[in-house]
């Protein structure tokens, strides 16, 4: 199918009364989300508000949970939890309440890859990227995308004011996760060996984009996912999501799916591409999916943290001995996004075609 105009809201189709879904969103039968391990879980880990009496034991609590899987939940974080709560609470009236032509007021560029705004994934028609492998599947989610950081790209004005305090809202949230960005990428260097700066030096200015997606009720929750397999691309995602649930990641070196629990108060870390890059492998972006549910929608809030486009990226030379070379091409990080645009998801890891 050819990208042509406007893609279609997910949100548009459910209200228009279906009972089954579109072809376009039927994953193949391997990618559908049937084998869930229902008992694992994963670490949740206490930052005791960054106490440095506890720093220590807190950097070997998140090292081995870099190492296992790649994702963690933090408490004690010292973000309010009422401005994770502000934030959820004006991403879900934005999608629930404000009339569809209102919302489109905000629609995202067609057919532009991460423009900012309100959309929906369209497919990518294999003859205009010349390749077979792209993915035809549709996620059942639409989306609301901010540019936050540098402040340069920041400009409220794109963004909705439907519930007064939303634009507030998400530069305060937008302002509290960078900071925490920061403070955690000095604990993850730190409890690989390398100097607490070395991860951020390696990104330079952190580019920061906030997504607030929406999942939509599905009547058919075994044939779809709401966002397909895939790994971050950045350097690390902070995530918040509401009490429904959906979100599953893949244990390291596992096959097996695990439900992340919704916690309230908690912040999900998510260690993405970049970072497994600049830790020369010790630590591995974490493969995460969002599944769909028939009864309720679904929210999750996803904040990115990416080097800038013109950015080298390369493992810590500190890392790197005649016994451990770099296992990683160095990459300009502009150039690892286009090729995962061109290629799409593939329900696999980008970062492998990186691995020397
Ligand atoms: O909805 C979620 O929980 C996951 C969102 C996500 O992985 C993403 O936006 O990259
Ligand atoms: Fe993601």
Redesign the pocket.
Known sequence: MEVTGEPIRVQSLIQSGLSQVPFEYIQPPNNRPIHTDPDANIPIVDLFNFNPNRRHSTREVIGQACREWGAFHIINHGVPTTLLDAVRRAGLAFFDECPMPEKLRYACTAGAAASEGYGSRMLVSSNEKGNDAVSQVLDW?D?FDHHTFPLSRRDPNRWPNFTSDYRESVAKYSDEMKILAQKLLALISESVGLRPSCIEDGVGELYQNI?I?Y?PPCPQPDLTL??QS?S?MGAI?L?I?DDVG??QVLQNGSDNWVT?QPLSDAILV?LADQTEIITNGKYRSCV???VTNPDKP?L?V?T?HDPAKTVKISPASELITNSSPAKYQDVVYGDYVSSWYTKGPEGKRNIDALIL
Do not use: N
Request: proline residues 0%; glycine residues 8%; positive net charge.
């Open positions: 989610r989306y997504t997606s999942y709401g966002l895939h971050d995602t995530l999501q959906g979100l992340v998510l995460h999916r969002a679904r999750s996803a990115f």
